[in-house]
Each structure stands twice: as structure tokens, then as C-alpha cells.
């Protein structure tokens, strides 16, 4: 079955994934907006800049057999992630062992466990959503207490465009566990599943970093840029909650954006935040320490544009420049590199130590 493909909603990029059974692969690759799929945060926020209103083109969903009634090896099996000699092993392996099917396919390095969720979403007829990933909002986390959230074993993180509100919850295939949750929360519910060994950890990461950045946000600390960016960070596990507490109470005293601070702090390294930034931005991380950069593509750039914008050119193809810059995060200023130099050019993320003596390198002292 060839999958069909979502472009991402912003105009200016071409960016596509596929849909179908391994959709929740993707879940990691961007985010969803009013119906929307974007690849990025940059590409939300070019969406943003660019007042593009327009609904969404309505895409046709292939015909899938209903699966519900299935059991996890034969839709494995039906889709072609594993052999039917494959299942066959595992279930002689699993008569000596109390593991389940899907555990055992795992273990044995067979299939990704993303596959197994995958297949479980579409035996429970729901999608199914990695909640370690997620960036919850505000208005639907607070439906919820952070007690009933885990006594009900249920995530509120967002809306649908309809007004519902999307959760997570292991139980998402059970009609009368979805109307118990739509009473609790006083709002239309749209389940998703997520097994219950992650939700565990997901309700605590998420309430937790709410209260955070909301208190961060009310003293006019933090922006909406940094709790992204913070986000990011706890959800790749660079940096635990109580360090991100001490930067954030440091970023009362020092105006720095928060991944300088922790950079400071020691918590992360030059190399780390750059990986966070190009995340968060959509962008391509660069290693300039390794990186050799042919003198033609060098000389794109006169050394007192390099320095004016702290930018480096590393590859030219198609028309279009890719420069690299610590700082993705200013899209005025690519936009005015782009008037000057009278080419397209898009940022890939390095480390700021690389960049400054990669630029001493290739264009001499400032």
C-alpha cells in the first residue's frame, strides 16, 4: 500500500510526510494547528507573518479495514512490518515467557516499539499520539487537575478545530471511558491513545512545566520562544525540571533568552542547544568543528556581511544558501541577508564557539 502525503501548511515550504498506518511515526517531524500540519515552528510561525487564513485542502483518507477486531500480530503481519514466520517464532517464544507479543517483537529488535503503538492504535480504532513529545496547551491542561489527570489516566493537551478537546489515555478504543472523560471535563473529547507507561510520565512533565513557564510568563520573563524552547529541552531530556527552575529564576537577574542562561549554568553545552534550536526551528544542525567549505561557496559572502550578520555559508544547491548562525531565531535579519546578497538563503543551526572560529578561518580576524 503506497501511503498517500500531507504537504506542510506553509506556503513556502515543500516539506511532506506520509499518512496511513505509520502516521504516528511522525508525530516528532512537527505539529498540528486547526487541521493544519506544519514540519516546524518556523513554518508556523512564516504561516503567522504571512495571515495565510484559508481552511485546509480536505484530504481523502484511504479505505482501511476496520482492525479492531484483530489481534496486534496479524494487523503487524497485514501491513508488512513483520513476516508471517516472524509472528509464528515470537508466539512459540511467548509460551516460555508472560511478555506480550508486541514486547517480545521489541526486545527481540525486530520492530521499533513505535510500530507496535502504531499497530495498537489501529486495533483500538483511534490515532495514536507519543505524549513524551507533546507541547501541551495551557487551556486544555487546565480542564484537568493534575490528580485527576492521573487518576483518570488522561492527558488534555489541545482542541480540535470542531471545539473538542484532544486527550490522550491508554483507554481511547472505549466508547463509556470516553463519555466518563467528556462528563469530567464538561467539553466534547476526542481520544487518542497513548500507552499508559508513558502518560504517567507525560501528565507530570506537563503539569509541572505549565506551572513553570506560566509563572515565568506572568513576571514577563519568559516568551513564548523560550517555553518552546524549554519544552524542547525537557521532552529530548537535556535538562531536568529543577534545572530549568534555577535558570529561570537566574533570567530575573540576567536578560539573556533561556538557552544561553543554561548554557551558562552548565546544564547543556554550545552543542546541545544548538540541536534544541534546530528542533524547535525546523532547521538543519551544522558541525563546522568537522565541516571543509569549498572557497567558491566562502566567496558568496564578502568577510564584512559574515561578521554584519554572524552568519557562515556552507552550501549552495538549487539556488538556494544554506548559512549557518547560532542564532535561527531572527528571520528579519535572513530576510535582509537575502536583500543583500540577492539570494534565497536558509539557516542551519551551529554551535556559536564553532561559528566564530569558523568565521576567523575562512574570512581572517574581525
Known amino acids: 500500500m503506497v ?9 513556502e515550504c515543500n516539506h511532506h510526510r506520509p499518512t496511513g498506518f505509520l502516521d504516528s511515526l511522525w508525530a516528532s517531524t512537527g505539529f498540528v494547528n486547526e487541521g493544519r500540519w506544519f514540519c516546524s515552528n518556523a513554518c508556523y510561525e512564516r504561516f503567522v507573518e504571512l495571515g495565510r487564513e484559508a481552511e485546509p485542502e480536505a484530504e481523502e483518507e484511504a479505505p482501511l479495514d476496520d482492525m479492531t477486531n484483530m ?14 514466520d516472524e509472528l509464528s517464532s515470537c508466539l512459540k517464544g511467548q509460551e516460555r515467557s508472560d511478555k506480550r507479543v508486541g514486547q517480545l517483537l521489541v526486545e527481540s529488535g525486530l520492530i521499533p516499539r513505535e510500530a507496535v503503538l502504531a499497530a495498537l492504535s489501529k486495533q483500538k480504532g483511534t490515532p495514536w499520539v507519543d505524549v513524551l513529545m507533546l507541547s ?6 487546565a480542564l484537568l487537575s493534575e490528580e485527576d489527570a492521573q487518576r483518570e489516566r488522561a492527558l488534555p493537551f489541545d482542541w480540535t478545530s470542531q471545539g473538542q478537546v484532544l486527550v490522550a489515555t491508554p483507554d481511547a478504543g472505549d466508547p463509556s471511558r470516553v463519555a466518563e472523560l467528556e462528563k469530567k471535563i464538561g467539553h466534547p473529547v476526542k481520544a487518542v491513545f497513548a500507552p499508559e507507561e508513558d502518560l504517567v510520565i507525560a501528565v ?3 503539569y509541572s512545566t505549565d506551572r513553570l513557564f506560566d509563572e515565568g510568563a506572568e513576571s514577563g ?4 520562544t523560550d517555553r518552546r524552547l524549554g519544552q524542547i ?13 534555577q535558570a529561570l529564576v537566574e533570567q530575573q537577574k540576567d536578560p539573556s533568552r533561556i538557552g544561553q542562561i543554561l548554557v551558562k549554568m552548565g546544564f547543556i553545552n554550545e552543542e546541545e542547544l544548538a540541536r534544541a534550536l534546530g528542533k524547535q526551528w525546523g532547521c538543519m544542525c551544522v558541525d563546522l568543528a568537522s565541516s ?17 550578520f554572524m552568519v557562515l555559508p556552507v552550501k549552495y544547491s538549487n ?48
Do not use: H, W
Request: glycine fraction near 4%.
Open 292 to 308: 571543509s567549505i569549498p572557497s567558491r561557496t566562502i566567496n558568496l559572502f564578502s568577510k564584512e556581511i559574515a561578521y554584519e
Open 233 to 245: 529541552m525537557l521532552v529530548e531530556k537535556m535538562i531536568t525540571v529543577p534545572q530549568l527552575e
Open 319 to 366: 539556488g538556494v544558501l544554506d548559512v549557518a548562525t547560532d542564532d535561527p531565531t531572527d528571520r528579519s535579519k535572513f530576510r535582509r541577508l537575502e536583500v543583500r546578497t540577492e539570494r534565497r538563503v536558509k539557516p542551519v543551526v551551529c554551535a556559536r564557539s564553532q561559528l566564530l572560529l569558523a568565521l576567523e578561518k575562512y574570512y581572517g580576524p574581525k
Open 71 to 84: 489481534r496486534l500480530g496479524d494487523i503487524l503481519v497485514a501491513y508488512g512490518i513483520i513476516g508471517s
Open 204 to 206: 507530570r512533565q506537563a
Open 221 to 224: 520573563r519568559v516568551s513564548p
Open 136 to 141: 501541551c496547551k495551557s487551556s486544555a491542561l
Open 3 to 11: 501511503p498517500k502525503m500531507v504537504k506542510c501548511a506553509n506556503p
